[in-house]
């Protein structure tokens, strides 16, 4: 009994290690415009277009006017790296 609340634990506790490195975000306000691949929202006097995708949880009646807290991860799309200047 006691070595399954062991395992138990210790897998609880290394699934939730896994996504320790992803930061969340969160954004605060009015919905202007909702698409089935992204929301706009505004934020203080920004305009924030976000990505959204059939897997997005959304609760609630989300439509044009509702105010809205979106909570997001930022993962990069894709990366390149340049190879060094040499300086003369």
Do not use: H, N
């Not at 929202?41 to 809205?68: C, H, N, P, R, Y």
């Not at 807290?69 to 340049?82: L, R």
Request: no cysteine.
């Amino acid at each position: 009994m006691k070595r399954t609340a062991l395992l138990t634990a210790a897998l609880m506790l290394a699934s939730s290690l896994a996504f320790a490195g992803t930061k969340t975000y969160q954004a605060t306000g009015p919905v202007l415009e909702v698409k089935d691949d992204m929301i706009v929202i505004q934020k203080g006097k920004e305009k924030w277009e976000i990505a959204k995708d059939k897997d997005t949880k959304v609760t609630g009646d989300l439509k044009v006017g509702s105010k809205v807290t979106v909570q997001y991860t930022m993962k990069a799309a894709t990366i390149e790296a340049k190879a060094d200047k040499k300086k003369k």
